[in-house]
């Protein structure tokens, strides 16, 4: 099996390749994977398969076709710029998300043209493609209407991946990712960053800035649990999803404050001193149009798992950064 990553230096994909690196995708031998990020990804070993990294920008015409020209059997496609970023720089967040998505899709298309080939398309979507208003609860035939220009990206791409699988280019699937916390390493441009930030610097003992207030609530999920989503999407039985590929991730729906209180159970009372509010109305804006809860039944009837408290979250990241790095 070959397999393709885009945003393989990312923190989500620097987490998928750890797991790749087992050698085994599901049932299927791992053969070779080819590694891809604006930044090089760091070279892994994958017991008996051939491993290449490369940095360049999804925004480069001239690369797709070359990284599929290798007739990956599995393209996780990852490479996005993320919301804050897309939102103040218009033209780079479609160039990357959007044109960059439908340039590697069509690589694929024109491929299968030449010879058979369909392969699986896992795209990470998100959910900001959701915009007010909103009910408390999604159910998963609730309409796509994003507010923010990353939203919409995401959006265009998973209609993207539903026609070329219509058309049989691909069997793809895109999975709305709930907000990714708590992330390791230093924050990014990301108007979702400070839900890790005032988990992770505190643990650490280190001051963190809350720009929202402690009402705001969003739909959470671990780094683990995320690349549970992708090892998943990238081994199961698409047929059931019909002509709709799209899927809405499980995770735990949870208030700003009940972060802080989960973080007071975990690592007490000094832990949560650390947080700072410092009112950002942009980030709050942003933020707030995003949906609370989510009833996944789609997802869930096809065994997709995630966490079902914010203290388990918590201690998934200190199991497997703190307790790692000590460990290391």
Avoid at 119 to 146: C, H, K, Q
Avoid at 285 to 294: D, H, M, Y
Wanted: hydrophobic share 45%; with cysteine; proline share 7%.
């Amino acid at each position: 099996m070959r397999i393709l990553v885009t945003g393989a230096a990312g923190m989500i994909g620097v987490k998928l390749v750890q797991r790749l690196s087992t050698g085994h995708l599901g049932s299927r031998k791992i053969t070779a994977l080819h590694l891809v990020d604006v930044w090089e990804p760091k070279p892994v070993t994958v017991p008996g398969a051939r491993v290449t990294t490369e940095a360049c920008d999804l925004a480069a015409p001239e690369a797709i076709p070359r990284w599929i020209g290798e007739r990956p059997d599995v393209v996780f496609h990852l490479a996005a710029v993320v919301s804050a970023e897309a939102e103040a720089d218009f033209e780079k967040g479609y160039k990357v998300n959007l044109d960059g998505t439908f340039r590697l899709l069509d690589a694929i298309r024109v491929q299968g043209l030449a010879a058979s080939y369909r392969p699986r398309f896992v795209f990470a979507s998100s959910l900001a493609v959701f915009g007010t208003p909103l009910p408390e609860v999604i159910e998963d035939d609730f309409p796509a209407i994003p507010l923010g220009s990353y939203g919409t990206q995401k959006a265009a791409g998973e209609l993207l991946v539903n026609d070329f699988s219509r058309k049989g280019y691909l069997d793809g699937v895109s999975l709305r990712l709930p907000v990714i916390c708590v992330r390791p390493g230093a924050p990014n441009k990301a108007a979702s960053g400070f839900f890790s930030s005032i988990i992770r610097e505190p643990l650490t003992g280190r001051e963190a800035v809350l720009p929202v207030p402690e009402t705001i609530r969003a739909w959470h999920a671990s780094p683990r649990a995320a690349v549970g989503f992708l090892i998943h999407a990238a081994s199961i039985d698409l047929a059931p999803l019909g002509a709709n590929r799209t899927l809405n991730m499980p995770g735990v729906s949870a208030s700003v404050g009940d972060q802080i209180e989960a973080l007071r159970r975990v690592a007490g009372n000094d832990a949560a001193a650390l947080i700072r509010r410092e009112h950002d109305p942009a980030i709050e804006r942003l933020v707030g149009s995003w949906p609370k809860a989510f009833h996944p039944r789609r997802a869930t009837a096809l065994e997709f798992k995630a966490e079902t408290s914010f203290d388990e979250i918590i201690r998934i990241h200190i199991e497997d950064e703190l307790r790692g790095a000590a460990r290391t």
